[in-house]
């Protein structure tokens, strides 16, 4: 079991930034990657960024140059810094862990554990 907590989210102008943390803790030598992902209201949940065990990262093209994924491992806590917002990143944020769950003859790294979210918004 791996718990995920997030906190950092709050309101804040177009061009302005906010940084959101999430801290894990339980069995977190298990964690294969974590990521950030939102749902902004009426739509679906999209991934927004992860970073792999070894540190590898990748973000959706929309967030690209304003988003930076990061991870302290001392203090088994992720980070979401954002910048340049957009009305469009306003979503509730979610920070996930993923597991290696074995599947038919081979480990997959699958998003298992989430966090209750945390609210971003961003006004004109």
């Known amino acids: 079991q791996v718990q995920v907590v997030e906190s950092g989210g709050g309101s804040v102008q177009a061009g302005g930034s906010l940084k959101l943390s999430c801290a894990a803790s339980?069995?977190?030598?298990?964690?294969?990657?974590m990521a950030w992902y939102r749902q902004p209201p009426g739509k679906e949940r999209e991934l927004v960024s992860s970073?792999?065990?070894?540190?590898?990262?990748a973000y959706a093209d929309s967030v690209k140059g304003r988003f930076t994924i990061s991870q302290d491992k001392d203090k088994n806590t992720l980070y979401l810094e954002m910048n340049i917002l957009k009305t469009e990143d306003t979503a509730m944020y979610y920070c996930?862990?993923?597991?290696?769950?074995?599947?038919?003859?081979?480990?997959?790294?699958?998003?298992?554990?989430w966090g209750q979210g945390t609210q971003v918004t961003v006004s004109s």
């Open positions: 339980g069995q977190r030598l298990s964690v294969c990657a």
């Open positions: 996930a862990a993923a597991v290696n769950v074995w599947r038919v003859y081979t480990w997959n790294c699958e998003y298992k554990y």
């Open positions: 970073i792999g065990r070894v540190g590898s990262t």
